[in-house]
């Protein structure tokens, strides 16, 4: 099973298009408000060179964005 992780922000729309995207899949996700921990934050951004978010962590692989072709690619949903 792939590990997801997914940087958030309460008032983001793609962040929810995402964990929708996720849920309908029944694609087990870990979330993380960024505007509520510095630590998750300042990772985000070393991680994925961005500050912008949804970031997706899926293994070692960073998506930016809600780029459903390429989570679906990474997952195997094609």
């Known amino acids: 099973m792939n590990?997801?992780?997914i940087?958030?922000?309460p008032f983001c729309v793609y962040c929810?298009?995402?964990k929708e995207f996720f849920q309908k899949n029944n694609i087990f996700y870990?979330?993380?408000d960024v505007t509520q921990n510095d630590n998750a934050l300042n990772e985000m951004i070393r991680k994925s060179g961005q500050m912008g978010v949804p970031v997706i962590e899926i293994e070692?692989?960073?998506v930016v964005g809600f780029d459903q072709n390429k989570?679906?690619?990474i997952l195997n949903l094609v």
Do not use: C
């Open 30 to 32: 870990e979330e993380i």
């Open 3 to 5: 590990k997801v992780k």
């Open 60 to 62: 070692d692989n960073i």
């Open 16 to 18: 929810q298009k995402a």
């Open 71 to 73: 989570i679906k690619q």
């Open 7 to 9: 940087y958030t922000t």
